[in-house]
């Protein structure tokens, strides 16, 4: 078998759970030095200054021990997270420091417990559950359509989800010869919900890349059409 084996000993209490900050622990440990403020802090940017590696006698001083159980504590939170198979949330601080999230990047939905959110556009801060842009979700969303009667070339989508598109064909025939994809596999299914047809025109109208390939199809109220982005030799949508 490949690979690290499963820790014997795995981490699921956080690392000082019963310190009592500041007394116990110097949670969160500041990313800032801290050696102009007190002589042997810990921070992210020196970790243990010199100063705790100093003879005392030189003037060095013992590195704190509630910096030890506050820097050990913020590295088990994530120990224990992966541990119980969680992925971490959206966070701006943590987007922002590292100038956003690179594409396959995965994180949870804080709004919808279960869905996994999956990045698609370098340096993305979006939040997904506020801005969509960039993220497709783990799962199938839902969006509305009620346009007017007339043909729609490079159809907008709401992001780079799969998407479930109910169309309201209510105001005329609606046809669509293209959709504007996120990222390669993207799924639409199209849903008829007016009284008029909803058609597919094939190979023509959109810009190359957005196109539908196959053969058009027809759809009055109530029927649905499954249409996937493949990239392959020509590079459209397909009607599935």
Known sequence: MSGFPAPANPIVELFGTLAVSPGDITLPIPIPS????????????????????????AGGVPPFGQDVNGILNMITQYCALMQAGQIVPYNLAAA?????????????????????????????TNDPDAVETGWAASDILHATDAPAAGTYNDVALPGASDY??????TAGNVIYTGFVSQRPAQRIILANTGANLLSLHVLTGSGANNQIR?????????????????YETVNKWIIT
């Open 214 to 230: 196959g053969i058009g199809i027809d759809l009055v109220q109530g029927q649905t059409a499954v249409i996937q982005k493949v």
């Open 96 to 124: 922002t420091a590292f100038g956003g999230y690179t594409v396959g990047a995965k994180v949870a939905s804080v709004a919808t417990p279960g869905r996994i959110w999956t990045n698609c556009l370098d340096a993305n």
């Open 164 to 169: 479930l598109i109910d169309v309201d064909t």
């Open 34 to 57: 801290q050696i102009a403020v007190l002589v042997g802090a810990a921070s992210f940017a020196d970790g243990f200054p010199a100063a705790t590696r100093t003879d005392p006698e």
